[in-house]
């Protein structure tokens, strides 16, 4: 807009000093004197064209500086997606293994090792902005939660996360993979 | 900045070609020779000036475009650096727990699951360019390995890692952590 603006002040200026209209004034226009004003009517529009490639190329580059810098913060945003992809399935093996019942000292004290070691990695997924997904008790959200079999229990509320299947997660605000829920009607 | 000085040489144009001046000019045809050819070279230098300044512009583009390609790169490369140096404890647990004689059945199928587990993490960050160096048996680096221990042993060759105390990470061709070990001299 700016730059059409700009095009048309220019467009005006070149025509005020047209070599034609200016010849009209003088009664003994010289050849040369007319040459000369040939090469300035030249010049000038060079000089315009020069301008206005300059305004173009400017605006190019503030478009792509405005596009580069989005580029960087969205690569850092989510840049350890794909690794925290990898890891889910080893998180769903720990949920898995922390359902058994330990019968003897050293399975249990095996059990509180393997506790630690996932509550460790879950708080490194946290450092890096991902969680896992709140589901049972919750009120179904189609956006984290995908509903795999539908009941109708009097004791839950209408719309309510019964039971959980496997584990969503979430990284900042984007969902990587939703719950797997059971739904009451 | 830039565009106060564009809008500066538009009133400079403008001011040029007032019609009182235009007037004048048909007094006296020398005057006005001089006065074309004084414009002729002022419009050959701000003609000059607007290439030269296209030029440093494009050239600063292209530095520009350059760089942050080269920062997209290199964020992309490291982008899991973070989530794996957070990862490294866990890591360190499990070699701990996978040392662990299982006395009993539950014991050892417990055993086999945190193996699997740990297998499985390794995987995941194979995949993203992240491994533990090798040390033991291989000749000592010290921009893989840092030496806590000493010793002069006959069975083992000179400069030779003869144990590790911790692992260590690399990630494409950045060491994360490098291998606490014990050096034969």
Redesign the interface.
Known sequence: MEKEQ?LE??EM?AA??DPEE?AE????Q?E??SE??G??AE??S??EE??N???R??A??DN??RR?RL??EA??KY??Q???S??L??MD??ER?LK?E???D??KS??Q??E??YR??L???K??GAEPIEAEGKEFDPNMHQAVMQVQEENFGSNIVVEEFQKGYILKDRVIRPSMVKVNQ
Chains 1, 2 share one sequence.
């Open positions: 700009n002040q220019e200026v005020e000093i200016t004034e003088t009664v003994q010289s040369k004197g000369e004003n090469r300035i010049l000038e060079k000089l020069a301008e490639r300059y305004l190329l400017q190019d580059f792509f500086r580069s580029d960087l690569g850092a840049r350890a794909s690794l925290i990898d890891l399935p080893a093996n720990f293994a058994m330990a019968d003897n050293q399975a095996l059990m090792g393997v630690m070691v460790s990695i708080e490194a997924l450092k890096e």
